[in-house]
């Protein structure tokens, strides 16, 4: 199974980093760099998991 890298940072910038340290901000607003910080470690390994996970699925689906 292969990890498609591009689609992992995207996921990783866009949706960690924005959405998830976003999030985290709000609960800890005394440590911003690190909300975002853990926001996209969390993104790239969310990432990671549905590139592995899905991709090979839609790329299976019958077209």
């Given at each position: 199974?292969?990890?498609?890298?591009?689609a992992?940072i995207?996921?990783?910038?866009?949706?960690?980093?924005?959405?998830?340290?976003?999030?985290?901000q709000?609960?800890m607003?005394?440590?911003?760099?690190?909300?975002?910080?853990?926001?996209?470690?969390?993104?790239?390994?969310?990432?990671?998991?549905?590139?592995?996970?899905?991709?090979?699925?839609?790329?299976?689906?019958?077209?």
């Open positions: 199974m292969g990890v498609n890298f591009f992992v995207i996921w990783t910038y866009f949706i960690g980093a924005g959405l998830i340290g976003g999030g985290l709000k609960l607003p005394d440590h911003k760099v690190l909300a975002v910080i853990l926001g996209a470690l969390i993104g790239f390994i969310t990432g990671v998991i549905i590139s592995m996970i899905i991709h090979p699925i839609l790329m299976a689906a019958p077209k």
